[in-house]
């Protein structure tokens, strides 16, 4: 049997062609039945569908309060370093930072969680507790605008989580992924920026090469970016080069239950569905709107150069065996080649 949501799928696309990118949509945000507006939440290890850099343990936030106390500091120590999580999630990052926040930048530091994933939230206000009760830390829904604040945005695979719309070079002309009756097929697209910008790309181009175009990417960064008067802007995430994408023909990925494929037309509603983040245009979006400084590095070596590795490692030598072995796998998935922070890019801007 059918899920409500393969049902509402069908009848769309029994009206025509659906661009990926709204079966996307629909997908992780269909009001009610949407991946991240379901009930239950999909993060984790056992029995779940994936888990993220917070899932392997706290040194992600313990590297990110000293990242921003730097910030803090050439901002001139304000007496407000408010932090901005959009796509927050479980609260988790925003937990492990608070947590590791000492001294004067501890109480300078306010945390802003934002997403309205509903099982997130939930799970966020656990984690949140303590300092949701000396409002240190709060909630803002989406639908509510962010006033001007010092401080940093930072965010934790929100970009790959946005509606993102597959394309590729068929030989002739670019052409872009839709859903139809019969399954998957590749279209003419109609003259749109992503058009304009797939049609600019014209060197060396093989068969099969393409990439994805994020619509929603100009309005969120925008939303993000202008309420930040001072201050660092930093997102964490999967992706690369425009150049590279386009070479490797980034496409959709689907996550479910550990293992991942390119079936995004299957279970929707039911299994994650991400695509790569394009930081070349990320870049270019964030200087448009004032941002310098941009920079991005992949997340290995973002840790090894601001942790303190060695003095991490001596005072783990105090903890009990167990917890001692969980720092090192965290620390080792987070900065050796091939595990988690060789996939992930640290991008950071400054705003002046
Ligand atoms: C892949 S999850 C990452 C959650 C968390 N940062 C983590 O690492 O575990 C993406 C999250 O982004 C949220 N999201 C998507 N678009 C958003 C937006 N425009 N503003 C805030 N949250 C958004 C979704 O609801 C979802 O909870």
Known sequence: MNSPLQDILQAHVSRGPLPAAEVMALALYHPEHGYYR?????????????????????????????????????????????????GAGRGWLGRDLLQAAEGDF????????????????????????????TKQA?????????????GAVMSN???????????????????KEVLTEGGPEWHAGEACEATAWFESQTDGLELGDGSIWCEALPHVVKELTSPLQHGLFLAIDYGDQA???LAKGS?????????????WHEQVGQSDLTADVDFTRLEGLLSAEGLQELNHVDLSRWI????????????????????????????????????MGARFRVLEGWKS
Request: charged share 25%; aromatic share 12%.
């Open 38 to 86: 379901r009930a239950e939440g999909p993060w984790g290890f056992e029995g779940k569908d994936y888990y993220t850099a917070l899932d392997l343990g706290p040194l992600l936030g313990q590297t990110l309060a000293i990242r921003f106390k730097a910030a803090w500091e050439r901002l001139d120590r304000p007496s407000l370093f408010t932090v901005l999580e959009p």
């Open 106 to 133: 501890g109480a300078a530091l306010r945390y802003v969680h934002r997403d309205d994933n509903p099982a997130a939230r939930r799970a966020a206000e656990e984690a949140l507790a303590p300092w949701l009760a």
């Open 138 to 150: 709060r909630f803002l829904n989406e639908t509510e605008p962010v006033l001007p604040f010092v």
């Open 157 to 175: 695979e929100l970009f790959d989580a946005l509606p993102a719309q597959p394309w590729r070079w068929d030989g002739q002309r670019w052409v």
């Open 243 to 245: 150049s590279r994408l």
């Open 251 to 263: 496409d959709l990925r689907r996550f479910t239950q550990h293992s991942v494929d390119g079936a």
């Open 304 to 339: 090894r150069s601001h942790a303190p590795l060695m003095d991490w490692e001596q005072g783990w030598m105090e903890l009990p065996t167990a917890d001692r072995m969980k720092r090192m796998e965290n620390l080792l998935q987070l900065t050796m080649p091939g595990m």
